[in-house]
């Protein structure tokens, strides 16, 4: 069961839904407000087609008296709960962690939140950004200090949120091995997931390095501070160009391309060392070649002469690319309500119990009526739920 | 067991190793490459010092004859192979999927690779930006279409990477639990988790919205493109603070923080929609405000006015964080070698199961000989495995 909303916790749902579990998904009735999120045809959200992919929902007024009962009778037959309102908020409403293990003794429950679900912390605010930002990476996305005047930029999607979500969905899988293993406890386990910490368990060596020379991690702008020349180049058309040519043999063989063979001999570009050290006039350099050509031709001489690089990608780029049409990444899937829509496919790819797409983002509410039957609701007390508002 | 090398294959042990798993690592006579990477104190990276915790070491020159033969003996008494070489590498090795299951034949094997196991992309050489580029992330962390001709910035860390090595462990995770439950089938299973597909997954609306409407998601540089204001803003001692303050209320305690109460009023910014129109003056409103107060100043300003904001956290930032030490994310450890190193915790937090970090990244071959016992090798035949140099 997914009491959830927004990105971290239906991501988490999300994912463990393509593998097949059977998502059941509190909702308010009003509806998740990601339902009203980026582009809309007839008022139905595009990406809702995905985050609300192989779930059913039961939209149900969560301040309503019998709400309580419905989701313990529910819970009931569950394994786990994924939540990710503020600490302490379920627990108000009468659903803590050990009422729902009343109903469920073995319950696994995943809590997912902006900076966990204890410290003095634990009741402040927390959007994704803000997670990006504690998390160490917001810092990171910048052009090298002294070089623009200019904010950090954001990755673009709410990296922090799908993040935690993923470990809430990597811990719920770890807790179920440990509770129905042959070897298994046949206890319940909570989760305890905050977005901040998702985005800094992956900051590398800043943290030690930091404690151990007090050297504090820089941006680098599109280059990498360890290895050169290694960026990302304008092309004719527009885009830009992710070239690495990091070692010795791949750079020789780019300053043939360049037409300047010379380079490789020159001693300010001998050795990663010393090219990361002239890493600006190098770049310079190669983007002057790169803005000749577009980023076909640009590919086409890359790839012959086998140096990594890619175009970064565009939405456009993605839906056209062989390789994630090869890999069912991007599929065409019937959408009831929207015609035919392209979805991402399923990660990770399991060939021997591959992840499937059952259905699209659901309507509000539109598996209430079979969910509170399977929770022994009499239809005519369902329909009394739908007259008195509680269910939709 | 792992069978890996830079970050994906040992990012995603170093998790599974964090909650418990007891980790094989095989690595080249020379170590692992990421040794090399980073700050280094007395020729130890301090990266390593996390990258490789609660892992056992066993440094094995897989070109060697007898190489197979020990890999297979360990690889029975495993419950996962986790490998990020090149599709097909380890098949030329004699390594094959279907070899390793006559060793061992429910093992779980997690591939980890630039593109995936299959596909006409399948042989290309990827790095993590390459992951990045081609899962579309790259090109979404620049600014704006027509306001600065810069190349979008690396994201800081390998992003990419630790993101697929996380699926992977959660792919793990899935397959172990539906191999061994009571109601299990005792099946080994295949992971194929691809760099690109990763990060591609988590792109949100960007391809349903490509594919309905021919819309190209783009960079929008430190804000959001559907909520205002919401960026990162400079600050007077030269950080950047991120401020959310896009709903009404949260909008007009902003106003009244910058002693404007009257923008509140202003029609070019009542609502959102309003607001996101004339984001770039709005910004620019709330920047000379920022620019007057440190970082400090500023949170506690915005905290008493109770809007969600944060620095955009550095590595000392973290380190002094009072939140991640209570929850010990932030954790002083005894590393033989390199005395107390700062380690990040381990995520997700578990309370009934905690994860610990029970030693830190182990010396090339230290857990050699006594992997070797276990693999039923006498202490006659390991003194000539490390005599011809077959293990170190």
Redesign the interface.
């Known amino acids: 069961m997914e009491i959830g909303h927004f ?1 971290a916790a239906p ?1 988490c749902t999300r ?1 463990l839904g393509d ?1 097949g579990a059977d998502i059941i998904k509190i909702e308010p009735l009003a509806g998740d407000p990601v339902r009203q ?3 809309q ?1 007839d008022g139905r ?3 809702w ?3 609300g992919r192989n779930k059913r929902s039961l939209a149900l007024d969560l301040k309503a008296k019998e709400a309580r009962d419905i989701v313990l009778r529910l819970i009931a037959q569950c394994d786990v709960l994924v939540e990710n309102f503020r600490p302490g908020q379920l627990e108000k409403m009468g659903l803590g962690d050990a009422v729902l293990r009343e109903a469920k003794p073995d319950l696994v429950i ?1 809590h997912v939140s902006g ?2 679900q ?5 009741d402040k ?3 994704g ?2 997670g990006e ?11 090298p200090p002294g070089t ?12 922090g949120d ?2 935690a979500g ?6 719920i ?6 509770r ?3 070897a ?1 406890d046949r ?8 977005l ?3 985005v ?14 007090g ?3 820089q ?6 501070a ?1 290895a050169a020349p ?5 092309t004719a058309d ?3 160009m ?1 070239i ?1 040519a990091n070692s010795e043999p791949l750079f020789a063989r780019l300053a043939e391309l360049l037409g300047q063979p010379e380079l490789a001999r020159d001693p300010k570009y001998i050795g990663n060392r010393q090219r990361v050290a002239n890493s600006a006039e190098l770049d310079e350099l190669i983007a002057r070649w790169t803005r000749q050509y577009s980023a076909a031709e640009l590919q086409e001489k890359l790839e012959q002469a ?1 140096i ?12 056209d ?4 049409r ?2 069912g ?2 599929r ?1 899937v019937e959408d009831p309500a ?1 015609g ?6 399923v ?7 591959p992840g499937t797409i059952r259905w699209t983002g659901p309507d509000i509410g539109q598996h209430s009526e079979e969910l509170l039957a399977m929770a022994g609701f009499a239809p005519e007390d369902i329909a009394a739920l739908k007259q008195h508002g509680v269910v939709k």
């Open positions: 990105v991501f994912i593998l999120w980026g582009e045809i959200s595009l990406w087609s995905i985050h995943a900076y966990g204890t410290g003095p912390w634990k605010a927390a959007f950004v803000i930002a504690i998390g160490g990476l917001r810092h990171l996305t910048n052009h623009y005047d200019l904010p950090p930029v954001r990755v673009g999607v709410s990296i799908s993040i993923l470990y809430a969905a990597f811990g899988m770890s807790a179920l091995w440990q129905d293993r042959v298994g206890k319940g386990r909570s989760i305890d997931v905050a901040t910490e998702s800094f368990s992956m900051m590398e060596a800043m943290l030690p390095e930091y404690g151990k020379l050297k504090i991690k941006p680098t702008g599109g280059g990498i360890t290694s960026n990302a180049y304008p527009g885009g830009f992710l690495a086998d990594p690089s890619s175009k970064a990608y565009t939405a456009a780029d993605a839906a690319d062989a390789q994630y090869f890999r990444m991007v065409e929207l035919t829509v392209l979805h991402t496919g990660v990770p790819h399991m060939p021997e119990a």
